[in-house]
Protein backbone atom coordinates (compact mmCIF):
# COMPACT_ATOMS: atom_id res chain seq x y z
CA UNK A 1 0.00 0.00 0.00
CA UNK A 2 1.89 2.75 -1.22
CA UNK A 3 0.91 6.70 -1.09
CA UNK A 4 0.31 8.81 -3.80
CA UNK A 5 0.10 12.10 -2.25
CA UNK A 6 0.10 13.57 1.48
CA UNK A 7 -2.68 15.97 2.88
CA UNK A 8 -2.22 19.32 3.35
CA UNK A 9 -5.50 20.17 5.14
CA UNK A 10 -8.98 21.40 4.65
CA UNK A 11 -10.65 22.62 1.79
CA UNK A 12 -13.76 25.10 0.88
CA UNK A 13 -16.18 23.26 2.88
CA UNK A 14 -16.40 21.00 6.06
CA UNK A 15 -16.85 17.61 3.90
CA UNK A 16 -13.61 18.73 1.21
CA UNK A 17 -9.76 18.69 2.50
CA UNK A 18 -6.72 19.30 -0.18
CA UNK A 19 -3.69 16.68 -0.75
CA UNK A 20 -0.29 17.73 -2.30
CA UNK A 21 0.55 14.69 -5.40
CA UNK A 22 3.58 14.68 -8.14
CA UNK A 23 1.40 11.74 -9.59
CA UNK A 24 3.92 11.47 -12.83
CA UNK A 25 1.68 8.57 -13.84
CA UNK A 26 -1.61 10.37 -13.81
CA UNK A 27 -3.34 7.92 -11.46
CA UNK A 28 -5.56 10.70 -9.26
CA UNK A 29 -7.65 11.56 -12.05
CA UNK A 30 -11.48 13.68 -11.70
CA UNK A 31 -13.63 11.20 -10.41
CA UNK A 32 -11.17 8.61 -8.76
CA UNK A 33 -11.61 7.78 -5.20
CA UNK A 34 -8.89 7.91 -2.73
CA UNK A 35 -8.86 7.37 0.74
CA UNK A 36 -7.00 8.12 4.22
CA UNK A 37 -7.43 6.88 7.54
CA UNK A 38 -8.61 7.43 10.64
CA UNK A 39 -9.60 6.48 14.62
CA UNK A 40 -13.13 6.70 14.51
CA UNK A 41 -14.84 4.94 18.21
CA UNK A 42 -11.26 3.49 18.43
CA UNK A 43 -11.16 1.37 15.34
CA UNK A 44 -9.30 2.44 12.12
CA UNK A 45 -11.27 2.96 9.27
CA UNK A 46 -10.36 4.04 6.08
CA UNK A 47 -12.68 7.25 5.44
CA UNK A 48 -13.23 7.20 1.47
CA UNK A 49 -13.72 10.43 -1.06
CA UNK A 50 -13.86 11.01 -4.55
CA UNK A 51 -11.73 13.42 -6.24
CA UNK A 52 -13.33 16.56 -7.31
CA UNK A 53 -10.65 19.20 -8.34
CA UNK A 54 -6.93 18.95 -9.56
CA UNK A 55 -4.79 21.90 -9.76
CA UNK A 56 -1.40 22.25 -10.84
CA UNK A 57 0.82 24.11 -7.85
CA UNK A 58 4.44 23.25 -9.50
CA UNK A 59 5.40 22.70 -13.10
CA UNK A 60 8.25 23.57 -15.58
CA UNK A 61 9.24 26.95 -15.84
CA UNK A 62 7.77 28.69 -19.06
CA UNK A 63 11.05 29.37 -20.54
CA UNK A 64 11.72 25.29 -20.42
CA UNK A 65 8.42 24.69 -23.04
CA UNK A 66 9.74 27.24 -25.40
CA UNK A 67 11.32 24.96 -28.10
CA UNK A 68 8.20 22.62 -29.21
CA UNK A 69 10.89 20.15 -30.39
CA UNK A 70 13.18 19.70 -27.25
CA UNK A 71 11.47 18.35 -24.20
CA UNK A 72 10.77 20.74 -21.43
CA UNK A 73 12.40 17.08 -18.95
CA UNK A 74 15.82 17.51 -21.43
CA UNK A 75 16.24 21.30 -20.95
CA UNK A 76 15.66 20.56 -16.99
CA UNK A 77 18.68 17.58 -17.13
CA UNK A 78 21.03 19.81 -19.11
CA UNK A 79 20.56 22.78 -16.43
CA UNK A 80 20.61 20.46 -13.67
CA UNK A 81 17.02 20.83 -12.18
CA UNK A 82 15.23 18.70 -10.42
CA UNK A 83 13.12 17.16 -12.33
CA UNK A 84 11.39 14.21 -10.20
CA UNK A 85 9.44 17.29 -8.32
CA UNK A 86 8.60 19.19 -11.96
CA UNK A 87 5.07 18.59 -11.61
CA UNK A 88 3.05 18.82 -8.05
CA UNK A 89 -0.96 19.21 -7.96
CA UNK A 90 -3.20 20.22 -5.13
CA UNK A 91 -5.95 17.91 -5.61
CA UNK A 92 -9.40 18.55 -3.86
CA UNK A 93 -11.20 15.48 -2.34
CA UNK A 94 -15.20 15.41 -1.35
CA UNK A 95 -15.42 13.11 1.81
CA UNK A 96 -18.06 10.37 1.29
CA UNK A 97 -17.15 8.59 4.76
CA UNK A 98 -16.54 4.51 5.74
CA UNK A 99 -18.68 2.10 4.75
CA UNK A 100 -21.33 0.93 7.28
CA UNK A 101 -22.56 -2.89 6.08
CA UNK A 102 -25.05 -3.02 8.52
CA UNK A 103 -26.84 0.78 7.45
CA UNK A 104 -25.60 -0.13 4.06
CA UNK A 105 -24.61 3.51 3.43
CA UNK A 106 -21.65 5.79 3.89
CA UNK A 107 -21.16 7.53 7.53
CA UNK A 108 -19.32 10.57 7.51
CA UNK A 109 -17.34 10.46 11.06
CA UNK A 110 -16.75 14.58 10.68
CA UNK A 111 -12.88 13.66 11.30
CA UNK A 112 -11.00 15.90 9.58
CA UNK A 113 -7.50 13.90 8.11
CA UNK A 114 -4.52 15.28 9.72
CA UNK A 115 -2.04 17.36 8.27
CA UNK A 116 0.92 15.66 6.55
CA UNK A 117 -1.14 12.15 6.95
CA UNK A 118 -0.76 9.82 3.67
CA UNK A 119 -3.61 9.23 0.99
CA UNK A 120 -3.75 6.23 -1.09
CA UNK A 121 -5.71 5.29 -4.22
CA UNK A 122 -8.53 2.96 -2.93
CA UNK A 123 -8.00 -0.38 -4.53
CA UNK A 124 -10.46 -2.41 -6.99
CA UNK A 125 -11.54 -4.97 -4.18
CA UNK A 126 -12.55 -1.91 -1.83
CA UNK A 127 -14.89 -0.27 -4.25
CA UNK A 128 -16.68 -3.39 -5.56
CA UNK A 129 -17.48 -3.67 -2.26
CA UNK A 130 -18.50 -0.59 -1.18
CA UNK A 131 -20.03 1.33 -4.23
CA UNK A 132 -22.46 -1.19 -5.27
CA UNK A 133 -25.31 -2.46 -3.02
CA UNK A 134 -25.80 -5.58 -4.49
CA UNK A 135 -23.62 -8.31 -6.02
CA UNK A 136 -23.12 -9.24 -9.38
CA UNK A 137 -25.37 -12.09 -10.12
CA UNK A 138 -27.22 -12.25 -6.78
CA UNK A 139 -30.94 -11.62 -6.24
CA UNK A 140 -32.11 -8.21 -6.50
CA UNK A 141 -29.08 -7.52 -8.76
CA UNK A 142 -28.52 -5.25 -12.14
CA UNK A 143 -24.71 -5.50 -13.09
CA UNK A 144 -24.66 -2.99 -15.85
CA UNK A 145 -21.02 -1.88 -16.24
CA UNK A 146 -17.94 -1.15 -14.33
CA UNK A 147 -16.57 2.38 -13.05
CA UNK A 148 -14.95 4.68 -15.30
CA UNK A 149 -11.80 5.57 -13.90
CA UNK A 150 -10.17 1.84 -13.80
CA UNK A 151 -9.97 -1.24 -16.52
CA UNK A 152 -12.89 -2.44 -17.62
CA UNK A 153 -14.39 -5.02 -15.70
CA UNK A 154 -11.66 -4.34 -12.46
CA UNK A 155 -14.40 -2.19 -10.30
CA UNK A 156 -18.00 -3.71 -11.10
CA UNK A 157 -20.71 -1.69 -10.22
CA UNK A 158 -23.82 -3.28 -9.50
CA UNK A 159 -27.49 -1.59 -9.23
CA UNK A 160 -30.05 -2.62 -6.36
CA UNK A 161 -33.09 -3.46 -8.90
CA UNK A 162 -35.21 -2.73 -5.62
CA UNK A 163 -34.01 0.52 -5.31
CA UNK A 164 -35.14 1.72 -8.75
CA UNK A 165 -38.33 -0.51 -9.02
CA UNK A 166 -39.37 0.98 -5.38
CA UNK A 167 -38.57 4.44 -6.12
CA UNK A 168 -38.70 4.77 -9.68
CA UNK A 169 -35.79 5.73 -12.58
CA UNK A 170 -34.88 8.08 -15.20
CA UNK A 171 -32.16 7.55 -17.90
CA UNK A 172 -31.57 10.61 -19.24
CA UNK A 173 -29.16 11.01 -22.27
CA UNK A 174 -28.88 13.46 -25.51
CA UNK A 175 -29.24 11.41 -28.89
CA UNK A 176 -26.52 9.10 -29.70
CA UNK A 177 -25.47 8.66 -26.26
CA UNK A 178 -26.19 5.18 -25.23
CA UNK A 179 -29.78 5.49 -23.58
CA UNK A 180 -31.58 2.79 -25.47
CA UNK A 181 -28.91 0.74 -24.85
CA UNK A 182 -28.20 1.15 -21.70
CA UNK A 183 -32.27 0.55 -20.98
CA UNK A 184 -31.33 -2.40 -22.72
CA UNK A 185 -28.82 -3.57 -20.05
CA UNK A 186 -31.06 -2.97 -17.16
CA UNK A 187 -34.57 -5.35 -19.12
CA UNK A 188 -31.64 -7.72 -19.65
CA UNK A 189 -30.68 -8.07 -15.89
CA UNK A 190 -33.96 -7.74 -14.83
CA UNK A 191 -35.21 -10.40 -16.92
CA UNK A 192 -31.91 -12.86 -15.87
CA UNK A 193 -32.57 -15.38 -13.75
CA UNK A 194 -31.80 -13.78 -10.68
CA UNK A 195 -34.62 -11.32 -11.33
CA UNK A 196 -37.33 -12.44 -13.33
CA UNK A 197 -39.42 -9.53 -13.16
CA UNK A 198 -42.46 -8.69 -14.51
CA UNK A 199 -42.09 -5.66 -17.12
CA UNK A 200 -44.15 -3.81 -19.79
CA UNK A 201 -41.83 -1.52 -21.92
CA UNK A 202 -43.55 1.60 -23.94
CA UNK A 203 -41.51 1.51 -27.48
CA UNK A 204 -42.73 4.24 -29.49
CA UNK A 205 -39.62 3.66 -32.36
CA UNK A 206 -39.74 -0.25 -31.88
CA UNK A 207 -36.39 -0.17 -30.75
CA UNK A 208 -36.98 -3.42 -28.28
CA UNK A 209 -38.35 -6.14 -30.70
CA UNK A 210 -34.40 -7.65 -30.37
CA UNK A 211 -34.75 -8.45 -26.85
CA UNK A 212 -36.47 -11.62 -28.35
CA UNK A 213 -33.27 -13.01 -28.22
CA UNK A 214 -33.41 -13.77 -24.31
CA UNK A 215 -35.89 -16.72 -24.94
CA UNK A 216 -33.12 -18.36 -26.57
CA UNK A 217 -30.07 -17.62 -25.21
CA UNK A 218 -28.46 -19.56 -21.96
CA UNK A 219 -27.68 -16.70 -20.09
CA UNK A 220 -31.08 -15.88 -19.11
CA UNK A 221 -32.03 -20.08 -18.42
CA UNK A 222 -31.86 -21.37 -14.93
CA UNK A 223 -33.36 -24.94 -14.28
CA UNK A 224 -37.40 -24.84 -16.05
CA UNK A 225 -36.82 -20.92 -16.16
CA UNK A 226 -36.88 -19.69 -19.83
CA UNK A 227 -38.11 -15.71 -20.14
CA UNK A 228 -40.73 -14.76 -22.07
CA UNK A 229 -40.91 -11.64 -24.37
CA UNK A 230 -44.52 -11.03 -25.60
CA UNK A 231 -44.37 -7.91 -28.87
CA UNK A 232 -47.85 -6.24 -29.22
CA UNK A 233 -47.37 -4.51 -32.46
CA UNK A 234 -49.39 -1.46 -33.71
CA UNK A 235 -52.16 -3.55 -35.47
CA UNK A 236 -52.56 -5.62 -32.24
CA UNK A 237 -53.20 -3.27 -30.05
CA UNK A 238 -56.58 -2.70 -28.21
CA UNK A 239 -58.42 -0.09 -26.33
CA UNK A 240 -61.54 -1.12 -25.11
CA UNK A 241 -64.16 2.12 -25.12
CA UNK A 242 -65.60 1.57 -21.90
CA UNK A 243 -62.23 1.94 -20.25
CA UNK A 244 -61.31 5.50 -21.14
CA UNK A 245 -62.53 8.06 -18.53
CA UNK A 246 -64.03 11.29 -19.42
CA UNK A 247 -60.47 13.41 -19.54
CA UNK A 248 -59.46 10.78 -22.65
CA UNK A 249 -62.64 11.44 -24.66
CA UNK A 250 -62.23 14.95 -24.41
CA UNK A 251 -58.08 14.59 -24.89
CA UNK A 252 -58.65 12.38 -28.10
CA UNK A 253 -61.70 14.87 -29.58
CA UNK A 254 -61.34 17.74 -31.66
CA UNK A 255 -61.78 20.72 -30.21
CA UNK A 256 -65.58 21.18 -28.29
CA UNK A 257 -67.56 23.88 -27.45
CA UNK A 258 -68.31 24.39 -24.10
CA UNK A 259 -72.23 23.19 -24.91
CA UNK A 260 -70.60 19.97 -26.64
CA UNK A 261 -68.12 19.47 -23.31
CA UNK A 262 -71.86 19.59 -21.63
CA UNK A 263 -73.37 17.22 -23.42
CA UNK A 264 -70.22 14.74 -23.58
CA UNK A 265 -69.81 14.97 -19.69
CA UNK A 266 -73.67 14.07 -19.34
CA UNK A 267 -73.98 11.27 -22.22
CA UNK A 268 -70.43 9.67 -20.33
CA UNK A 269 -72.36 9.36 -16.65
CA UNK A 270 -75.69 8.45 -18.16
CA UNK A 271 -73.70 5.41 -20.30
CA UNK A 272 -71.32 4.67 -16.99
CA UNK A 273 -74.46 3.16 -15.29
CA UNK A 274 -74.18 0.36 -17.50
CA UNK A 275 -70.69 -2.22 -16.50
CA UNK A 276 -69.85 -2.10 -20.05
CA UNK A 277 -71.05 -0.11 -22.86
CA UNK A 278 -69.86 0.15 -26.71
CA UNK A 279 -69.34 3.13 -28.88
CA UNK A 280 -72.91 2.88 -30.28
CA UNK A 281 -74.55 3.24 -27.13
CA UNK A 282 -72.67 5.87 -26.19
CA UNK A 283 -73.62 7.44 -29.08
CA UNK A 284 -77.06 6.73 -27.93
CA UNK A 285 -76.31 8.22 -24.64
CA UNK A 286 -75.15 11.66 -26.68
CA UNK A 287 -79.27 11.76 -28.21
CA UNK A 288 -80.91 10.92 -24.91
CA UNK A 289 -78.94 13.56 -23.37
CA UNK A 290 -79.81 15.89 -26.11
CA UNK A 291 -83.71 14.81 -25.60
CA UNK A 292 -83.58 15.39 -21.25
CA UNK A 293 -82.77 19.05 -22.23
CA UNK A 294 -85.46 20.09 -24.68
CA UNK A 295 -88.93 22.26 -23.83
CA UNK A 296 -91.75 21.96 -25.39
CA UNK A 297 -90.92 24.86 -28.24
CA UNK A 298 -87.77 25.74 -27.05
CA UNK A 299 -86.36 28.24 -29.92
CA UNK A 300 -83.06 27.00 -28.95
CA UNK A 301 -83.80 23.40 -30.24
CA UNK A 302 -82.23 24.25 -33.95
CA UNK A 303 -78.80 25.29 -31.85
CA UNK A 304 -79.01 22.04 -29.52
CA UNK A 305 -79.42 19.88 -32.81
CA UNK A 306 -76.36 21.27 -34.07
CA UNK A 307 -74.40 20.84 -31.00
CA UNK A 308 -75.54 17.09 -30.76
CA UNK A 309 -74.80 16.45 -34.44
CA UNK A 310 -71.08 18.08 -34.28
CA UNK A 311 -70.78 16.39 -30.99
CA UNK A 312 -71.46 12.68 -32.54
CA UNK A 313 -69.59 13.49 -35.62
CA UNK A 314 -66.37 14.17 -33.37
CA UNK A 315 -66.94 10.64 -31.39
CA UNK A 316 -67.41 8.64 -35.26
CA UNK A 317 -64.19 10.55 -36.38
CA UNK A 318 -62.01 9.30 -32.99
CA UNK A 319 -63.36 6.23 -32.30
CA UNK A 320 -64.85 4.55 -35.11
CA UNK A 321 -62.25 5.50 -37.49
CA UNK A 322 -59.49 4.04 -35.39
CA UNK A 323 -58.56 0.17 -34.67
CA UNK A 324 -57.42 0.55 -31.44
CA UNK A 325 -60.33 1.63 -29.78
CA UNK A 326 -62.81 -1.32 -29.63
CA UNK A 327 -66.07 -2.24 -27.98
CA UNK A 328 -65.66 -5.65 -26.77
CA UNK A 329 -61.38 -6.25 -27.16
CA UNK A 330 -59.14 -4.84 -24.78
CA UNK A 331 -55.10 -5.87 -23.55
CA UNK A 332 -56.05 -8.29 -20.36
CA UNK A 333 -53.95 -7.18 -17.43
CA UNK A 334 -52.62 -10.81 -16.89
CA UNK A 335 -51.61 -11.41 -20.27
CA UNK A 336 -49.01 -8.04 -20.47
CA UNK A 337 -47.84 -8.59 -16.78
CA UNK A 338 -46.64 -12.32 -15.30
CA UNK A 339 -43.33 -12.38 -14.02
CA UNK A 340 -40.17 -13.76 -16.35
CA UNK A 341 -42.03 -11.68 -18.72
CA UNK A 342 -40.89 -8.38 -20.96
CA UNK A 343 -44.04 -7.17 -23.27
CA UNK A 344 -43.13 -4.66 -25.31
CA UNK A 345 -45.79 -2.08 -26.72
CA UNK A 346 -44.81 -0.73 -30.45
CA UNK A 347 -46.47 2.54 -30.62
CA UNK A 348 -44.26 3.35 -33.83
CA UNK A 349 -47.14 4.43 -36.85
CA UNK A 350 -49.95 5.75 -34.18
CA UNK A 351 -50.95 8.89 -33.83
CA UNK A 352 -49.14 10.96 -30.93
CA UNK A 353 -52.35 11.91 -29.05
CA UNK A 354 -53.99 7.99 -29.07
CA UNK A 355 -50.63 6.81 -27.69
CA UNK A 356 -50.64 9.17 -25.21
CA UNK A 357 -54.01 7.84 -24.32
CA UNK A 358 -53.38 4.14 -24.50
CA UNK A 359 -49.99 4.76 -21.95
CA UNK A 360 -52.53 6.81 -20.02
CA UNK A 361 -55.16 3.78 -20.16
CA UNK A 362 -52.83 1.12 -19.18
CA UNK A 363 -50.77 2.75 -16.40
CA UNK A 364 -54.36 3.75 -14.84
CA UNK A 365 -55.57 0.15 -15.04
CA UNK A 366 -52.43 -1.78 -13.79
CA UNK A 367 -52.54 0.82 -10.80
CA UNK A 368 -56.22 0.47 -9.45
CA UNK A 369 -55.52 -3.36 -10.35
CA UNK A 370 -52.51 -3.11 -8.05
CA UNK A 371 -54.54 -1.33 -5.25
CA UNK A 372 -57.36 -3.33 -5.53
CA UNK A 373 -54.96 -6.81 -5.07
CA UNK A 374 -53.23 -5.18 -2.39
CA UNK A 375 -56.97 -4.74 -0.34
CA UNK A 376 -57.83 -7.70 -1.10
CA UNK A 377 -60.90 -6.66 -3.68
CA UNK A 378 -59.60 -8.72 -6.47
CA UNK A 379 -59.36 -12.49 -6.44
CA UNK A 380 -57.65 -14.98 -8.65
CA UNK A 381 -59.29 -15.29 -11.19
CA UNK A 382 -60.05 -12.08 -12.10
CA UNK A 383 -57.98 -10.73 -15.48
CA UNK A 384 -57.38 -7.85 -13.18
CA UNK A 385 -55.73 -9.69 -10.70
CA UNK A 386 -52.46 -8.82 -10.40
CA UNK A 387 -50.59 -10.23 -6.82
CA UNK A 388 -47.05 -9.12 -7.93
CA UNK A 389 -45.23 -6.07 -8.17
CA UNK A 390 -44.83 -4.53 -11.69
CA UNK A 391 -42.57 -2.37 -13.14
CA UNK A 392 -43.22 -0.10 -16.38
CA UNK A 393 -40.28 1.54 -18.61
CA UNK A 394 -41.33 4.34 -21.00
CA UNK A 395 -39.11 5.46 -23.70
CA UNK A 396 -39.58 9.23 -24.94
CA UNK A 397 -41.72 9.90 -21.84
CA UNK A 398 -41.38 13.37 -22.34
CA UNK A 399 -44.19 12.68 -24.95
CA UNK A 400 -46.19 11.06 -21.94
CA UNK A 401 -45.38 14.31 -19.44
CA UNK A 402 -44.45 17.35 -20.88
CA UNK A 403 -43.41 19.78 -19.05
CA UNK A 404 -45.09 22.82 -20.81
CA UNK A 405 -47.74 21.24 -22.52
CA UNK A 406 -51.55 19.54 -20.96
CA UNK A 407 -51.12 15.68 -22.37
CA UNK A 408 -53.86 12.94 -21.00
CA UNK A 409 -51.27 10.66 -19.27
CA UNK A 410 -49.15 13.47 -17.35
CA UNK A 411 -51.79 12.98 -14.32
CA UNK A 412 -51.78 9.36 -13.91
CA UNK A 413 -47.58 9.12 -14.31
CA UNK A 414 -47.84 11.89 -11.33
CA UNK A 415 -49.51 9.76 -9.43
CA UNK A 416 -48.22 6.59 -9.53
CA UNK A 417 -44.80 8.21 -9.44
CA UNK A 418 -45.87 10.00 -6.04
CA UNK A 419 -47.70 6.77 -4.19
CA UNK A 420 -46.80 3.77 -6.84
CA UNK A 421 -44.66 2.54 -4.28
CA UNK A 422 -47.04 1.52 -2.07
CA UNK A 423 -48.39 -0.84 -4.08
CA UNK A 424 -45.64 -2.18 -5.76
CA UNK A 425 -45.47 -0.07 -8.99
CA UNK A 426 -42.39 0.85 -10.20
CA UNK A 427 -41.93 3.52 -13.45
CA UNK A 428 -38.83 3.80 -15.63
CA UNK A 429 -38.74 7.10 -17.63
CA UNK A 430 -36.07 7.51 -20.49
CA UNK A 431 -35.68 10.78 -22.16
CA UNK A 432 -33.33 12.67 -24.55
CA UNK A 433 -35.31 16.17 -23.39
CA UNK A 434 -35.28 16.52 -19.76
CA UNK A 435 -35.91 20.00 -20.46
CA UNK A 436 -39.20 18.96 -22.11
CA UNK A 437 -40.01 16.62 -19.29
CA UNK A 438 -42.25 17.85 -16.15
CA UNK A 439 -39.92 18.94 -13.43
CA UNK A 440 -42.43 17.35 -10.79
CA UNK A 441 -42.36 13.84 -12.71
CA UNK A 442 -38.44 14.10 -12.88
CA UNK A 443 -37.96 14.76 -9.43
CA UNK A 444 -39.76 11.63 -8.39
CA UNK A 445 -37.58 9.48 -9.87
CA UNK A 446 -35.16 8.51 -7.03
CA UNK A 447 -32.23 6.32 -9.10
CA UNK A 448 -30.78 8.56 -11.95
CA UNK A 449 -29.17 7.42 -14.92
CA UNK A 450 -27.07 10.31 -16.57
CA UNK A 451 -25.54 10.73 -20.09
CA UNK A 452 -23.86 12.71 -22.13
CA UNK A 453 -25.91 16.27 -22.02
CA UNK A 454 -24.89 19.16 -23.70
CA UNK A 455 -27.89 21.48 -23.98
CA UNK A 456 -27.69 24.00 -21.35
CA UNK A 457 -31.50 24.14 -20.89
CA UNK A 458 -31.58 20.86 -20.03
CA UNK A 459 -28.43 20.77 -18.04
CA UNK A 460 -30.40 23.35 -15.75
CA UNK A 461 -33.50 21.18 -15.31
CA UNK A 462 -31.29 17.95 -14.36
CA UNK A 463 -29.74 20.40 -11.95
CA UNK A 464 -32.62 21.40 -10.58
CA UNK A 465 -34.52 17.94 -10.10
CA UNK A 466 -31.93 15.77 -9.06
CA UNK A 467 -30.63 16.05 -5.50
CA UNK A 468 -28.58 13.23 -5.70
CA UNK A 469 -25.63 14.56 -8.24
CA UNK A 470 -23.38 17.01 -7.00
CA UNK A 471 -22.35 19.45 -9.18
CA UNK A 472 -18.87 18.52 -10.00
CA UNK A 473 -20.10 15.11 -11.75
CA UNK A 474 -22.97 18.00 -13.44
CA UNK A 475 -19.97 19.22 -14.87
CA UNK A 476 -18.68 16.15 -16.91
CA UNK A 477 -22.02 15.90 -18.49
CA UNK A 478 -20.70 17.31 -22.11
CA UNK A 479 -17.48 15.25 -21.74
CA UNK A 480 -19.30 11.61 -21.45
CA UNK A 481 -18.42 9.49 -24.31
CA UNK A 482 -21.20 7.26 -25.73
CA UNK A 483 -21.86 4.47 -23.22
CA UNK A 484 -20.87 6.41 -20.16
CA UNK A 485 -23.07 6.91 -17.98
CA UNK A 486 -23.51 9.20 -14.03
CA UNK A 487 -25.38 7.26 -11.85
CA UNK A 488 -26.95 8.24 -8.53
CA UNK A 489 -29.97 7.65 -6.43
CA UNK A 490 -31.10 4.72 -4.00
CA UNK A 491 -30.20 1.99 -6.50
CA UNK A 492 -25.72 2.74 -5.37
CA UNK A 493 -24.33 3.92 -2.29
CA UNK A 494 -22.91 6.89 -3.58
CA UNK A 495 -22.83 8.57 -7.59
CA UNK A 496 -20.20 6.69 -9.82
CA UNK A 497 -19.10 7.45 -13.62
CA UNK A 498 -19.64 4.11 -14.91
CA UNK A 499 -18.89 2.26 -18.34
CA UNK A 500 -21.69 0.33 -19.66
CA UNK A 501 -21.64 -3.54 -20.03
CA UNK A 502 -22.15 -5.13 -23.59
CA UNK A 503 -25.13 -6.11 -24.09
CA UNK A 504 -26.23 -9.88 -24.92
CA UNK A 505 -28.70 -9.46 -26.85
CA UNK A 506 -27.95 -7.00 -30.48
CA UNK A 507 -29.22 -3.57 -30.11
CA UNK A 508 -32.02 -3.11 -31.61
CA UNK A 509 -31.74 1.01 -32.09
CA UNK A 510 -28.82 1.33 -34.90
CA UNK A 511 -28.58 4.48 -36.20
CA UNK A 512 -29.49 4.36 -40.05
CA UNK A 513 -26.28 4.76 -42.09
CA UNK A 514 -27.44 6.98 -45.23
CA UNK A 515 -24.21 6.63 -47.38
CA UNK A 516 -24.28 3.19 -47.06
CA UNK A 517 -27.93 2.60 -47.98
CA UNK A 518 -27.01 5.09 -50.94
CA UNK A 519 -24.02 3.08 -52.40
CA UNK A 520 -25.88 -0.39 -52.05
CA UNK A 521 -28.65 1.15 -54.52
CA UNK A 522 -26.19 2.07 -56.69
CA UNK A 523 -24.61 -1.18 -56.55
CA UNK A 524 -27.59 -2.97 -56.93
CA UNK A 525 -28.94 -1.39 -59.54
CA UNK A 526 -25.51 -1.55 -61.55
CA UNK A 527 -25.90 -5.03 -61.11
CA UNK A 528 -29.42 -5.28 -62.25
CA UNK A 529 -28.57 -3.09 -65.26
CA UNK A 530 -25.55 -5.65 -66.16
CA UNK A 531 -27.98 -8.67 -65.39
CA UNK A 532 -30.54 -7.29 -68.41
CA UNK A 533 -27.50 -6.20 -70.83
CA UNK A 534 -26.21 -10.07 -70.59
CA UNK A 535 -29.46 -11.55 -71.26
CA UNK A 536 -29.78 -13.16 -74.30
CA UNK A 537 -32.24 -11.95 -76.85
CA UNK A 538 -35.29 -14.25 -77.23
CA UNK A 539 -37.20 -14.25 -80.55
CA UNK A 540 -40.92 -14.28 -79.64
CA UNK A 541 -43.51 -15.41 -82.25
CA UNK A 542 -46.41 -13.03 -82.37
CA UNK A 543 -49.58 -13.73 -84.43
CA UNK A 544 -51.11 -11.22 -86.14
CA UNK A 545 -54.36 -12.01 -87.48
CA UNK A 546 -53.82 -10.07 -90.97
CA UNK A 547 -54.94 -12.15 -93.83
CA UNK A 548 -53.76 -14.93 -91.47
CA UNK A 549 -50.71 -14.69 -92.34
CA UNK A 550 -47.68 -15.18 -89.39
CA UNK A 551 -45.65 -12.68 -88.77
CA UNK A 552 -42.54 -12.84 -86.86
CA UNK A 553 -41.09 -10.17 -83.88
Not at 15 to 43: C, Q, S, T, W
Not at 258 to 263: A, E, N, S, V
Not at 287 to 316: C, I
Amino acid sequence: MTAVGTVKGPGETPNEYLFIAPDPERRVKHGEFVYYLAAVDGVERAILGRVTGRRPVKLFPDSFLADPSVPPASVAALLGYESDATELFEITVTVLGYHSPQLGDFINPRVPPVNGAPVYIASDALLTEVLSKRRRGERGSAYIGSLLSRPEGAAPIVLDVRGFTGTHLAVIASTGSGKSYLAGVLLEELMAPYNRAAVLVIDPHGEYGTLQEMMNLREFSEGDYKPRVRIFRPDQLRVRIDTLTLADLHYLLPPLTDKQYYQLRRAYQMAQRRKHYTLEQLLQAVREAADSKKAPQNFEEEEEDVTTMGLLWRLNGALRNSHIFHDFENLELNELFRPGQCTIIQLNEIDRREQQVIVATLLRRVYQARMDTAKGKLERGDPSHLPYPVFCLLEEAHNYAPANADAVSSDVLKTILSEGRKFGVGIGLITQRPGKLDSDVLSQCMTQCIMRITNPIDQNRIAESVESVGRDLLKELPSLSKGQVIVSGASVNTPVLVRVRRRITQHGGQDLDAPAEWLKWFEEDRLAAEERAAAPIVDKKINYEDDGDVLWA
